[in-house]
């Protein structure tokens, strides 16, 4: 999943400092971006080895997203805070530690039950935001503003790419066995906790040696052309309605996409859909996010001529469409119309967040905040659809991202002509 920091929009002057190449800097930034990816999308297969472990309904699932996304919201404002006071380097530091003690905690989490998971994940996410607000503007800083959009976009498509390999590579790592059979849950549950051990302390230690070379390396002094008011509401940006409206539609968004990757792998391990092991489905989970990284580049050349309020309303059309075929199908028809939608999810993030800030001027970086805020609709969709699959069952469930997509629809339909004054 693309993210966009407050931060990002937030400064704009970058004074270079020193000289030399910008190359070992970039490389560890665009580290970071791969690592964040990888990161949020081992969500998807650490819900449905959590919730065999410990026998949990649906809905308790999903509180995995909810305390991961919720961290965005809650942490966002603190970290742009935090980022103020100690600087932009100092700060992506601190967000490397913080998400590196995350990943420690799940050692005593997989002796300690889930409540300690999901606290774990709380302070993984908040290390997460905290590395984003800070991370972000270093991309542009970090050569010619004219080549600042091809930095994001590279830095982008290893962010991708760190989704589109978690979900393999935790199934290999965590789900290999596949899932315990019923009668033997409570014999094996301490066994399958522990088999997260592993991946993420490996994570923790590689999270704590990119700290290091952060805070070795030479990096831009980033400065904010707003020292005061960046945390402050100017009720004049609430009156734009294309950003409200886009506000909606980037909670929505995120929320149908997080949502979809939740409950992929339970989804193919149902018998009228693909029988699958846990372990093997996370396979199938991997190229839903690999879509959305081949769909980022075909969007890229295709709206140089058609215009993002269409280019958006086609997609969100696309995706409804998928979502109905999964929802009234079946066997590889359903499996296949589900993973598809990873590739019309590419353009939405980007295409609505730059929408929503069109002509926005001096209250763009309040606005952007608003945005960014919006994400927790990434642990708020994931928790309704999983109400809805333990009361109609987990097939039908899938209405509540189509549903979102009929939103992005309008929104795409209603300002497609957005950038005709241009």
Not at 20 to 42: A, D, E, K, Y
Not at 43 to 71: E, R, W
Not at 124 to 145: E, R
Not at 379 to 396: E, M
Request: charged fraction near 10%; charge should be positive.
């Amino acid at each position: 999943m693309e993210h966009v920091a407050p931060a990002t929009l937030n400064t704009h002057d970058h004074a270079r400092q020193g000289g030399g190449s910008t190359t070992f800097p970039m490389m560890i930034i665009t580290l970071l971006f791969f690592m964040w990816g990888l990161i949020t999308s081992l969500n998807d297969v650490l819900i449905p080895h959590l919730k065999s472990i410990y026998t949990l309904t649906y809905v308790q699932a999903m509180l995995v997203q909810f305390c991961f996304f919720g961290a965005y919201f809650i942490v966002s404002l603190p970290a742009g805070m935090l980022i103020k006071r100690l600087g932009y380097q100092r700060g992506a530091v601190a967000g490397l530690v913080v998400a590196a003690i995350g990943c420690a905690m799940f050692y005593p989490a997989s002796m300690g039950g889930y409540a300690l998971f999901l606290l774990a994940l709380f302070v993984l996410a908040g290390g997460i935001t905290i590395l984003q607000v800070s991370a972000n503007p270093f991309v542009a800083a970090l050569g010619a503003p004219a080549t600042a959009s091809s930095r994001l976009t590279l830095t982008q498509a290893f962010n991708s790419l760190g989704t589109a390999i978690a979900p393999a590579l935790g199934g290999f790592l965590i789900l290999s066995e596949g899932v315990p059979a019923v009668a033997n849950i409570v014999k094996t549950k301490a066994e399958e906790a522990a088999t997260v051990q592993g991946p993420y302390l490996v994570l923790a230690a590689t999270l704590l040696a990119i700290a290091i070379l952060f805070a070795l390396v030479r990096l831009p002094k980033i400065v904010d052309a707003e020292e005061s008011g960046a945390y402050t509401l100017d009720k004049k940006v609430t009156s734009h309605r294309h950003l409200v409206l886009g506000a909606i539609g980037i909670f929505l968004y995120v929320g149908g996409e997080v949502s979809i990757g939740s409950f992929l792998i339970n989804f193919l391990g149902e018998s009228n859909i693909a029988g699958m092991s846990h372990g093997a489905a996370a396979n199938y989970v991997s190229f839903y996010w690999l879509g959305a990284m081949i769909g980022r580049f075909v969007g890229f050349g295709v709206m140089r001529y058609v215009s993002p309020g269409k280019a958006l309303a086609f997609n969100s059309a696309a995706s409804i469409v998928l979502l109905l075929t999964a929802i009234f199908s079946h066997g590889a028809v359903a499996m296949w119309a589900v993973i598809a939608v990873g590739l019309f999810n590419s353009i939405m993030f980007p295409t609505i967040f730059s929408m929503a800030l069109y002509k926005l001027g001096p209250l763009t970086s309040q606005g952007s905040g608003i945005l960014c805020m919006a994400i927790v609709g990434g642990a708020l969709v994931p928790f309704a659809q999983g109400l809805l699959a333990d009361t109609i069952g987990l097939q039908l469930s899938f209405f509540v991202p189509a549903a979102c997509y009929t939103f992005i629809l309008y929104y795409g339909l209603k300002y497609a002509g957005m950038y005709s004054d241009r």
